[in-house]
């Protein structure tokens, strides 16, 4: 059994900084890519950012800058630094990790932390 866990959601004010970290447990034979999603009320998930395993990474356009995902492999933890933060990025965040394990290979997703910024 595999298991993502977030952590480090919170209310914060606009302009403030958070930071999300995303654990992997379990039965892990190696982990490529992780990645963070958003959903806000009423609107549908969308990517925020990816890290491979060699730790190159990828962000959503409007997201550059303020957040940087990074990750650690040896605690199979992916993380989100999110600065300069903006009431329309309040949201769900969701980590996402493909797993191999020792019989299957998917994406696992975690259970999700709520970001509210206040304006």
């Known amino acids: 059994q595999v298991q993502l866990v977030e952590s480090g959601g919170g209310l914060v004010q606009a302009g403030g900084s958070l930071s999300l970290s995303c654990a992997a447990s379990?039965?892990?034979?190696?982990?490529?890519?992780m990645g963070w999603y958003r959903q806000a009320p009423g609107k549908q998930r969308e990517l925020v950012a990816f890290?491979?395993?060699?730790?190159?990474?990828n962000y959503a356009d409007s997201l550059k800058g303020r957040f940087t995902i990074s990750r650690d492999n040896g605690k199979n933890t992916v993380y989100l630094q999110m600065n300069s933060l903006k009431p329309e990025d309040t949201a769900v965040y969701y980590c996402?990790?493909?797993?191999?394990?020792?019989?299957?290979?998917?994406?696992?997703w975690g259970q999700g932390t709520q970001v509210t910024v206040s304006s």
């Open positions: 996402d990790a493909m797993i191999r394990t020792s019989t299957t290979t998917r994406m696992y």
């Open positions: 379990g039965s892990i034979v190696s982990i490529n890519a």
């Open positions: 890290i491979t395993s060699g730790g190159t990474t």
